[in-house]
């Protein structure tokens, strides 16, 4: 493969801050940590046939030849990935018009070595050198987004759900500052992708997105136990959305319905969760009412919130008042 025998090294880093041209009822939703551009259209649409492809997705031969390097430096940081996590990225944008939603198998390295690098260039050492500018995949010279199945991006799918219990409670979490997304923020009760576990016995998306979302909820607030297992959970899928400052990366956003009171739930920091949870943050029913009524996350004093958690407060809003 062309210079991977010569040093690879990133030359700038840089914010993805350049302005978005969005068609249709495309909006750009601004968050305090970041940028979401979403349709109602598609947000309409949603429930639609989901199809697994067994070919996964692989690298183009410039990130190829960075992947190596991008390991290596990720490897000597507080965050580095453990290991090489199978899941599940969408093949082509969300038609509102319907169809099949396309998902193909990703590994995690991969997202890491393509994605991720939003806002990075690198070059190798060869005289023509081998370059890779992951920002010129993710927009055309006029500003609108590269559809999914063009941008060569592994376009892994993001899921996040807010979690309230029968008495009234919210569920969130504090991010470890190992979290290789919005790490020291606070993040919905349940965030992190998608996997191919997630589609097995289901055939349309919001049984899989809502599947996944359940997944990484009872993950991260440690819901674990057989007890725990027990409790029955209701999550509505209500929106979907592309996050800029990761690649403009797939994410799908909800709400979960835990049916137990907040003094019958286990909650705790599972062993494999300590790196990315650094504590959980128990919302009362009177700031949650706060929040329902259009204050912002900050007004309660409890942290900055992540770009999924913004997002998530804001489409539950947005269902509630329909």
């Not at 697994?52 to 031969?61: E, F, M, S």
């Not at 979490?173 to 993040?187: C, M």
Request: charge should be negative; glycine fraction near 10%.
């Amino acid at each position: 493969m062309v210079g991977t025998a010569f040093p690879v090294r990133p030359l700038r880093s840089t914010p993805i801050d350049q302005p978005v041209t969005v068609d249709g009822d495309w909006r750009v939703v601004r968050c305090a940590q970041g940028r979401v551009v979403t349709s109602a259209s598609v947000d309409r649409s949603l429930d639609r046939p989901v199809v697994l492809r067994q070919t996964p997705y692989v690298l183009p031969p410039e990130l190829a030849a960075i992947k190596p390097t991008v390991l290596a430096m990720d490897r000597s940081g507080p965050g580095a990935p453990s290991f090489d996590g199978l899941n599940a990225g969408l093949c082509d944008d969300l038609d509102p018009a319907g169809g099949p939603a396309q998902l193909q198998p990703v590994r995690y390295f991969d997202t890491m070595a393509s994605t991720y690098l939003v806002g990075e260039q690198w070059r190798s050492g060869t005289l023509a050198g081998v370059s890779a500018d992951i920002t010129h995949r993710l927009f055309t010279s006029g500003g609108r987004l590269i559809p999914l199945s063009k941008n060569e991006l592994s376009n892994q799918i993001g899921v996040s759900t807010v979690a309230l219990t029968l008495d009234g409670w919210m569920l969130l979490v504090h991010q470890g500052l190992g979290s290789r997304s919005s790490p020291g923020l606070v993040a919905p009760s349940g965030s992190g992708c998608l996997e191919p576990q997630d589609v097995a016995d289901r055939t349309r998306l919001p049984e899989v997105v809502a599947a996944g979302m359940e997944r990484e909820l009872r993950e991260e607030l440690g819901l674990l136990s057989t007890a725990m297992c027990d409790v029955r959970m209701e999550t509505t899928v209500l929106g979907f959305g592309r996050w800029l400052e990761k690649g403009g990366k797939p994410e799908f956003y909800g709400v979960t319905r835990i049916h137990a009171a907040v003094q019958e739930l286990d909650v705790r920091v599972d062993d494999s969760e300590r790196e990315y949870v650094g504590r959980h943050e128990p919302v009362p029913p009177s700031g949650v009412q706060r929040l329902l009524a259009g204050e912002r996350f900050e007004a309660l004093d409890l942290g900055i919130p992540s770009v999924p958690l913004e997002v998530c407060l804001l489409r539950w809003r947005e269902a509630v008042s329909r």
